[in-house]
Each structure stands twice: as C-alpha cells, then as structure tokens.
DNA sequence: CGCAGCAATCGAGTTCTCAA
DNA sequence: TTGAGAACTCGATTGCTGCG
C-alpha cells in the first residue's frame, strides 16, 4: 500500500536508525525529522501560508503517533496480562512463583505451558485408555448378569411348586453369596485371558464342571447346615 | 471499484533494569 | 561491570470501512 522501494530492508533500517538517532540529538526533535522527509516527499513547502499548513500537518502527525503510542503500549499491557494470566494457569509457573521472590521470563513461561500441556495431552491418553477398559468390564459384567438372570428363570420354570415368599430376600442374598464364595474357590483366576470370548470359555468351562446340580446341591447342604448352626 | 483514513500488529533498534 | 530480559519507540504493513 505504501510502495516498498527497490533498496533493501537492511539498508532501509540502517537510514531509520540515523534519522531517529539524529532527532534525538535536536531538542526539537519533531521539526527535524519532518525536515528530512521533506526533501524526498511531495509535500516539501515553500510559502509561509504553506509553513502553518505544515505545523498543522506537524501537530496532526504528532497527534498520531501519540495515538499511535498509546495504541502501541495497550497492546504491550494486553500481552503482559496474557504472560501473567499464563503464568497463574500454569501449576509449576505457580510453584516457582510462590517459591521465589522473582519473576519468571517469559521464555520460561512460555515453555513450562508448553510442558504443561503435554503433561496434560499425555493424561488425557492415559485415562482414555482406562475407560476403555472399564467400558469393556462393564459389557462383560452385563453379559455375566443376564446369564444370571436366565439361569434364575429357567430354575423357576423347573420348580414351578416352590414358594419363595416363606425366605425372606436378606436370608436369599446371604445363602447366595456363601454359595458363590464356596463354589469361587474352585475357579482358577491365574491364567491370563486377552479378550472376553475366552474369558466365557474359561468361565462356562468351569461351571460345566464345577457348578453342575450335585456340586451345587452338595454346597448348599453344607452352607445351609452351617447356617442352622 | 479505487482510494484514503484508521486501528491493530509486527519487526527492529534503543534504552532501562536488575541479578550475577 | 556486564549480559539478559523487559519495555519503549518508530516505521512498515495489513485489513477493514466509508466515501465518491
């Protein structure tokens, strides 16, 4: 927009540098550099009428780049803000903070956020990967529980006779879980399974040749008896 | 649509501050 | 005293907006 010559940006900032530091040499600092762009602009001028033009022209630039500066140190505030703000989010930014008197770079800053968050990316992982595997437990446990549940039903269509309200449902659950335990200690648990079909094998494995009618019954005679007492 | 004005942002040089 | 980091300053650039 503003038409870049052909010189280089080196040498394009090697004359801004002379040309700032010269204006800091003048006490009118203003005028001076003014002077200077006069000379390769088209706004040099002449006439007196033309030289209150240009001290209005001077006025309206020096407005600008007060506007300018103040623009420029809201903007430095904001990213001042944006580092502290950080350094507050940051646990360990805080530790150090806390921990000593003086206040951390913002290099420093910027890389114990950059830290942090892989820290943060690498739980996240970390404990996607658990509820996976609790997701799993939870569909084998369904699948245990309708088993259950149909092995509960098939017996009540057996014995259709029996009436189960003369035992209250506390006696039922202890009676249960003494059943369960006993019949437990026959299960090998030691060997590793990778999924669940081979989990249930195991599983159907053992009940087939543990949990048949006369093991059960010769379990429940014992864990009934031993309630009686 | 092209232009001017404006604000926001960036890059670079300079100056200031402070711990070692 | 010195070096690093922060702050300041300035010019350049960019994108948006209103106007003719």
Redesign the pocket.
Known sequence: ??G?TERSEKT??AE??V???SS?LSVNGVLE?NNSSAQNTDCSLTTDDEDSDNKTTISYKERR?E???F???K??D?I?RGYEELQHLVPTCAQQDSLSS?KL???TVLQKSIDYIQFLQQQKKKQEEELQVLRKEVVALQIMKSNYEQMVKLHQQTQPGLNCNQVSDEVKLSVFQALCDSLFISFDSSFDVTNFQELSSRVFAWLEEHCNSRNMKDHAIAILSQLKR
Do not use: D, I, P
Request: charged residues 45%; glycine residues 0%.
């Open positions: 927009m503003y870049r394009e900032r801004r540098t040309r700032r530091a800091n550099v780049r506007a300018h500066t623009a420029e140190q903007r430095r904001a001042k003086y770079s913002k290099a």
